[in-house]
Nanobody, 116 residues
Framework: QVQLGESGGGLVQAGGSLRLSCAAS????????MGWYRQAPGKQRELVAAITKGGTTNYADSVKGRFTISRDNAKNMLYLQMNNLEPEDTAVYYC??????????WGQGTQVTVSS
């Protein structure tokens, strides 16, 4: 089992920045890929950014150049630096840990609201 807890969400004006954090605990050794997902009201949950244990990253086209995902394996932490935020970025942001053939783990989510 892996437990995830997000923090860092909040209300920010368009053009502002936020940094989300995700703390992982439990069977950390089983985690390979970690990612940030988001779900806006009335929309499906979508991938924002992901990073492998080796550091390979991928991003949704809508956030490329504005968001940066990083992880600190020693501290069991995942981060999402979000710059130049837009109202369209408003959503609940979730941290996810992929564990190969084992069930994935999700955090409880943190709200990000961007005002215009």
């Amino acid at each position: 089992q892996v437990q995830l807890g997000e923090s860092g969400g909040g209300l920010v004006q368009a053009g502002g920045s936020l940094r989300l954090s995700c703390a992982a605990s439990g069977s950390i050794f089983s985690i390979n890929r970690m990612g940030w997902y988001r779900q806006a009201p009335g929309k499906q949950r979508e991938l924002v950014a992901a990073i492998t244990k080796g550091g390979t990253t991928n991003y949704a086209d809508s956030v490329k150049g504005r968001f940066t995902i990083s992880r600190d394996n020693a501290k069991n932490m995942l981060y999402l630096q979000m710059n130049n935020l837009e109202p369209e970025d408003t959503a609940v942001y979730y941290c996810k840990a992929d564990r190969g053939i084992l069930p994935s783990s999700w955090g409880q989510g943190t709200q990000v609201t961007v005002s215009s």
